[in-house]
Every structure is written in structure tokens, then in C-alpha cells.
């Protein structure tokens, strides 16, 4: 993610406009002619690595950065990495020539299981210690929304005995939950349902409900809509607790989540890495109360909770 930000701050110039004077998010999107929506998302991340500079509003580029990624820099190597940028794209062709169209369109298509398959892997190793920051507590009845193979909620179950849960995800994801789950000898205390959360009102009956890595795929207002459905589910008084990157407001750190916000950009119509105080404010629309930070955000690990009212 780093060297495409740094190929494209390069092959716009980003760094030798932003060398002189410190720039607005208009100022440059009305230089480029881009999206100055888009646009301020990929100079935040280029802040978030060092390589510029935000300041009230505006951005420019850091002064050690600045001899080297501008055009009048005194040790210029803004020509090479131009260069590499040329060669990136030669690069992105290598399956197609080494592969039929057939075998690329075969591996393309080929996506959910691997992905299902790489949020368990990253996961895995820091389901336990959410689990405990979440603090499950006398829940009796957990929601796991877009719950994938199940990760989370075998953390939840083997933190609290008492603790049942109900996995919601699409039809194709569910199968894989229920391998992992009797795997581990848990289906017995696991309802699997199969739906969509963007077109489907989601089970009721829960004291619990754990959102985790979904906020950053939608749009202000498709969070807004996820939390209301999502409070539909619970009982009143019963909790939500959202994991994601959690940005500070000035949106560059931590740096983890502002690249993040990046390949959100690039991968999904309105997703974004979100601020503490737009969660919190989504929630609020949503009908939650007592919103609250349990964890400040280092690698998706930022926690936020809410209340349904009693």
C-alpha cells in the first residue's frame, strides 16, 4: 500500500505542488481536476507516512521529503520513482502473460473463499484479546454480524460458558462457519442464519451484538441504516460493540487506518476509514446511547460501544 501511495503522489506531482506552500484539499483537486473527496483521503495517508505534512486544513510536503520527491529538489530521485511507476502497471500484466484469460478469469472469480479464509488468519491471533477488552460480562445471547467462518464468536464462547450466539452472514459464507464451528465443537451453542444485512432485517432476541470489521466497507449513511438494524436485534438495554480503525480527527493517524481508508477507496463505492466522533454521531442517528471508546485503535483493534435504551 505505501509504495502505490508513494507511485501516485509521484506521478501527479503531488509532492513538487505541495513543495512551496501549503496547499487546501480544493486547491489541489482544482489543479488536478480530480475528486476532492478521493483526493483527501490519499493525502491523508501520504501525511500518515511522514511524507507530508497536514496542518488546519491544508498540506504540504515535509521538508526532508521535499528534496527528494520534487522536481527542484537538491537530491531529486522523483524521475526514478516516475519510472517505477511505469513499471508497476507492466507488472500488474504479468498473469496474462504467463497464464490464459481463462486461468486469470478462473482465479478472479475464485475471491470469497481466500477471503473468508484471510480474516480467520488475521483474526485468529487477536480474537481472545478483543474478546476480554469487549468484556462479554453477563451476555447471555450474542449477535455476530458478517461473522465469517466464525472466529469471533468461538472467542465469545470460550470466554463465557454461559454465552450462546447466533452467527449472521451471506448464504456461501455460512457452510464454512458451521465447518469451523463443529470443528471446535461449538455448534451446539451457535445459530447459523444466512442473509444480507444491507437487504435483510437481521434475528432478534440478543443482549450482545458484535460488529466488527464491516463499518469501514459502507457509507455514512449505510452505517447509519446497519445500526438501526442492529438495534432492531437487541433487547433493550443491550450493548453494541464495534471493532475497526477508529481515527483520530485529524484523520492521519494511526497510520494503519489511513492507508486502510485508501484501499477502501479503491475497492468499494463509499467505504472510508471512519472518525471516533463519526461513529459515534452514526450511532446516535441509529437511536444508541452512552457511546464510548473501550479501545483506542493501533491495527483495527479500535473498539466502540453503544447502548440500546432500556
Given at each position: 500500500m505505501e509504495c502505490r501511495l508513494l507511485l501516485t503522489g509521484a506521478e501527479l506531482d503531488l509532492f513538487t505542488m505541495l513543495g512551496?506552500?501549503?496547499?487546501?484539499?480544493?486547491?489541489?483537486?482544482?489543479?488536478?481536476?480530480?475528486?476532492?473527496?478521493?483526493?483527501?483521503?490519499?493525502?491523508?495517508?501520504?501525511?500518515?507516512?511522514?511524507?507530508?505534512?497536514?496542518?488546519?486544513?491544508?498540506?504540504?510536503?515535509?521538508?526532508?521529503?521535499?528534496?527528494?520527491?520534487?522536481?527542484?529538489g537538491p537530491e531529486s530521485v522523483l524521475p526514478m520513482v516516475r519510472h517505477n511507476a511505469h513499471l508497476w502497471r507492466r507488472w500488474g500484466e504479468l498473469g496474462g502473460l504467463v497464464a490464459s484469460p481463462a486461468a486469470l478469469e478462473k482465479a478472479a472469480e475464485d475471491w470469497l473463499g481466500p477471503f473468508i479464509g484471510a480474516m480467520h488468519v488475521v483474526a485468529?491471533?487477536?480474537?481472545?484479546?478483543?474478546?476480554?477488552?469487549?468484556?462479554?460480562?453477563?451476555?447471555?445471547?450474542?449477535?455476530?454480524?458478517?461473522?465469517?467462518?466464525?472466529?469471533?464468536?468461538?472467542?465469545?464462547?470460550?470466554?463465557?460458558?454461559?454465552?450462546?450466539?447466533?452467527?449472521?452472514?451471506?448464504?456461501?459464507?455460512?457452510?464454512?462457519?458451521?465447518?469451523?464451528?463443529?470443528?471446535?465443537?461449538?455448534?451446539?451453542?451457535?445459530?447459523?442464519?444466512?442473509?444480507?444485512?444491507?437487504?435483510?432485517?437481521?434475528?432478534?432476541?440478543?443482549?450482545?451484538?458484535f460488529v466488527s470489521a464491516i463499518i469501514h466497507q459502507n457509507s455514512p449513511t449505510e452505517n447509519v441504516e446497519l445500526f438501526r438494524k442492529v438495534g432492531d436485534a437487541l433487547d433493550p438495554g443491550g450493548r453494541i460493540v464495534i471493532r475497526d480503525h477508529v481515527l483520530t480527527p485529524d484523520r492521519t493517524e494511526p497510520k494503519a487506518g489511513a492507508l486502510f481508508a485508501v484501499n477502501m477507496l479503491v475497492g468499494r463505492t463509499g467505504g472510508n476509514s471512519y472518525t471516533?466522533?463519526?461513529?459515534?454521531?452514526?450511532?446516535?442517528?441509529?437511536g444508541f446511547v452512552r457511546a464510548r471508546l473501550l479501545h483506542p485503535d493501533t491495527r483495527m483493534d479500535g473498539l466502540i460501544e453503544a447502548f440500546k435504551p432500556s
Open positions: 512551496a506552500a501549503p496547499l487546501a484539499a480544493d486547491e489541489v483537486a482544482n489543479r488536478l481536476g480530480g475528486d476532492q473527496h478521493a483526493l483527501c483521503i490519499l493525502l491523508d495517508a501520504l501525511a500518515a507516512m511522514g511524507l507530508l505534512v497536514k496542518r488546519d486544513g491544508t498540506w504540504q510536503t515535509e521538508p526532508s521529503a521535499a528534496r527528494l520527491l520534487t522536481a527542484s485468529e491471533p487477536n480474537a481472545a484479546r478483543i474478546v476480554s477488552l469487549v468484556s462479554p460480562g453477563a451476555a447471555r445471547s450474542l449477535l455476530d454480524v458478517g461473522g465469517a467462518s466464525g472466529t469471533y464468536t468461538l472467542a465469545f464462547l470460550r470466554a463465557s460458558a454461559e454465552l450462546k450466539a447466533t452467527l449472521f452472514d451471506r448464504p456461501p459464507v455460512v457452510p464454512m462457519a458451521r465447518a469451523r464451528l463443529e470443528a471446535a465443537g461449538m455448534i451446539d451453542r451457535v445459530t447459523l442464519v444466512a442473509g444480507d444485512f444491507y437487504e435483510d432485517a437481521l434475528p432478534k432476541g440478543h443482549d450482545l451484538a471516533q466522533p463519526e461513529i459515534e454521531d452514526a450511532l446516535k442517528q441509529a
